[in-house]
């Protein structure tokens, strides 16, 4: 090969620019997201008591704090999909859901309930929603997966527990809207056990599939 022709593929090969992470998971989940809403309208979907629900503080402090765990889980991940970056210095925003929900519980406690704590705790619903939060993250903990592969994170199987948090969370998201156990102990129980789980297959899978 001689010289002007090594030159023109090598500025060849600079022209190609990876898609950038951010816009690669956001594709991703896009493309995931109506896979996961198309399971929550078939199989559950919005509590018929909603509107009324809507007047309830703890009602929607349900979302503020899934939509806080899934809106902090993106920003870490992406932070995480560099080769050279670790948790230290965003690992406190994973922090923002857990301090809605304490002020939640420490709101609730401070009012007078009709129900005693340990059925507030238990509710109604809590096998539902250990099920429902994990299936419903499937398909946007895959396509998240896809969405980070277009990085190179250092630790795969970090990034892909948090790949579940933000898969969780948003999955969390449209099952508070079905789920009628509004109490912020519920919430911090069940919730969290459901995340947890989505968290381990995420570190499972990304373990594998985020390797480079």
């Keep these: 090969m001689d010289t002007d022709q090594l030159i023109r593929t090598l500025a060849a090969d600079n022209a190609h620019r990876a898609r950038p992470v951010g816009f690669a998971l956001m594709l991703a989940l896009l493309a995931a997201a109506p896979v ?3 399971m929550f ?11 009324v629900a809507m007047r309830n503080p703890f ?5 503020a704090v899934t939509l806080a765990l899934a809106i902090s889980a993106i920003a870490v991940s992406l932070h995480l999909s560099r080769p050279e970056a670790s948790l ?53 903990l895959a396509g998240a997966l896809l969405g980070l592969r277009h990085g190179a994170p250092s630790r795969p199987a970090l990034a892909g527990a948090i790949a579940g948090l933000l898969s969780a969370g ?43």
């Design 88 to 140: 230290r210095g965003f690992g406190w925003l994973l922090l923002a859901p857990v301090g809605i929900l304490t002020a939640g519980i420490g709101g609730e406690m401070m009012m007078p309930q009709r129900l005693p704590m340990m059925t507030r705790l238990v509710g109604k619903n809590s096998w539902v929603c250990l099920t429902a939060i994990p299936l419903l993250s499937l398909p946007i």
């Design 41 to 51: 309208f078939t199989e559950l979907g919005v509590r018929p008591d909603v509107m």
């Design 36 to 38: 996961s809403l198309l």
């Design 59 to 63: 009602f929607d402090l349900k979302f």
């Design 170 to 212: 948003l999955a969390a998201t449209l099952y508070a809207s079905h789920c009628t156990d509004d109490s912020p102990l519920f919430v911090a129980t069940w919730y969290t056990i459901a995340t947890a789980l989505v968290a381990a297959i995420g570190a499972l899978a990304g373990a594998k599939l985020l390797r480079y």
